[in-house]
């Protein structure tokens, strides 16, 4: 939503995802080698999508910045979204500013069930924790200038003073226009109800189990802990919400790519047949690009 807002400035580009140009990337800033990334970007689904033309005589950071050159425009800003691994990016951008979004992280766990990420709460929120500490990391290393942290729920509630907000930051004067993305895209206009959609959708356990796991993290970025306080689960409800979360990733890969193709990946990364795994990548990411909103 975001991104869609930023995309509708008048002096504002945001082409979308690019975790792609990054993933590869060591946390101690090894770079892969030109060959190993045109072989994962063959493959990589958003990557496709760009439509970003590969310089095969490029190396590594030569071809990322030649996928920047592409996606510029020389009246605009660009603006990129990325989801993790944010202390990698400083390697390839190291003058680059950051916009850290912020949400409940019980709605992100639910956000992860609907994707298919995760089958429980429990660990749904690992994938906010986990996206939340290397945030920690790239933001010890940040002059307070250079980032600038959004809260989801106060997009939502105060759009037009947000938005206001995040133009500062990046120099640039609001624009209406921002908020035109509901009539060229499928996403709705901003909803304060979205906000903290938890609250009526999670079980006291959940919550609980929730608030002795990243409590002191949501605390500290301003987010309650639930009214039934932390409680760690026991050893047997631990096993079962593991169960529980693998069967639903599974049962759900089954139904949107059927059971032949979901064992034909599963045998093809177990026997590291890379030509096999790549075929059943490409047929699985025609199957998502059905499902994107």
């Given at each position: 939503?975001?991104?869609?807002?930023?995309?509708?400035?008048?002096?504002?580009?945001?082409?979308?995802?690019?975790?792609f140009?990054?993933?590869?990337?060591?946390?101690?800033?090894?770079?892969?080698?030109?060959?190993?990334?045109?072989?994962?970007?063959?493959?990589n689904r958003?990557?496709?999508?760009?439509?970003?033309?590969?310089?095969?005589?490029?190396?590594y950071?030569?071809l990322?910045?030649?996928f920047?050159?592409q996606?510029?425009?020389?009246?605009?800003?660009?603006?990129?979204?990325?989801?993790?691994?944010?202390?990698?990016?400083?390697?390839?951008?190291?003058?680059?500013?950051?916009?850290?979004?912020?949400?409940d992280?019980?709605?992100?766990?639910?956000s992860?069930?609907g994707?298919?990420?995760?089958?429980?709460?429990?660990?749904?929120?690992d994938?906010w924790a986990e996206?939340?500490?290397?945030?920690?990391?790239?933001?010890a290393?940040?002059?307070?200038?250079?980032?600038?942290?959004?809260?989801?729920?106060?997009?939502?509630?105060?759009?037009?003073?947000?938005?206001?907000?995040?133009?500062?930051?990046?120099?640039?004067d609001?624009?209406?226009?921002?908020l035109?993305?509901?009539?060229?895209?499928?996403?709705?206009?901003?909803?304060?109800?979205?906000?903290?959609q938890?609250k009526?959708?999670c079980s006291p356990?959940?919550?609980?189990?929730?608030?002795?796991?990243i409590g002191s993290?949501?605390?500290?970025?301003?987010?309650?802990?639930?009214?039934?306080?932390?409680?760690?689960?026991?050893?047997?409800?631990?096993l079962?919400?593991?169960?529980r979360?693998?069967?639903?990733?599974?049962?759900f890969r089954?139904?949107?790519?059927?059971?032949g193709?979901?064992?034909?990946?599963?045998?093809?990364?177990?026997l590291?047949?890379?030509?096999?795994?790549?075929s059943?990548?490409?047929?699985?990411?025609?199957?998502?690009a059905?499902?994107l909103?």
């Amino acid at each position: 939503m975001l991104g869609l807002m930023l995309a509708a400035h008048p002096r504002i580009s945001n082409p979308g995802e690019f975790d792609f140009l990054i993933e590869l990337v060591g946390n101690n800033g090894h770079m892969p080698s030109p060959a190993r990334y045109h072989r994962w970007l063959s493959t990589n689904r958003i990557f496709l999508q760009s439509r970003l033309q590969i310089d095969a005589s490029l190396g590594y950071q030569r071809l990322v910045a030649s996928f920047v050159e592409q996606l510029w425009k020389s009246d605009k800003l660009l603006t990129m979204n990325m989801h993790h691994h944010f202390e990698r990016i400083p390697y390839l951008f190291p003058d680059a500013r950051y916009i850290h979004l912020l949400r409940d992280p019980r709605d992100v766990a639910r956000s992860s069930i609907g994707m298919g990420w995760a089958g429980t709460v429990y660990r749904g929120v690992d994938i906010w924790a986990e996206a939340e500490r290397s945030w920690d990391r790239l933001a010890a290393t940040l002059p307070a200038d250079r980032y600038l942290e959004v809260r989801y729920e106060d997009l939502l509630e105060n759009v037009t003073a947000e938005l206001e907000k995040i133009c500062r930051f990046l120099g640039l004067d609001y624009s209406s226009k921002m908020l035109s993305y509901p009539s060229h895209s499928t996403y709705a206009a901003p909803d304060a109800q979205l906000r903290y959609q938890w609250k009526g959708r999670c079980s006291p356990n959940e919550l609980a189990w929730v608030d002795w796991k990243i409590g002191s993290m949501m605390q500290r970025r301003g987010y309650e802990q639930s009214e039934f306080g932390p409680r760690r689960p026991t050893l047997l409800e631990r096993l079962t919400t593991a169960v529980r979360d693998k069967q639903y990733r599974i049962h759900f890969r089954i139904k949107r790519y059927g059971l032949g193709l979901y064992l034909e990946n599963l045998l093809a990364s177990n026997l590291h047949l890379g030509w096999w795994l790549d075929s059943c990548r490409r047929r699985i990411n025609a199957i998502d690009a059905g499902f994107l909103k």
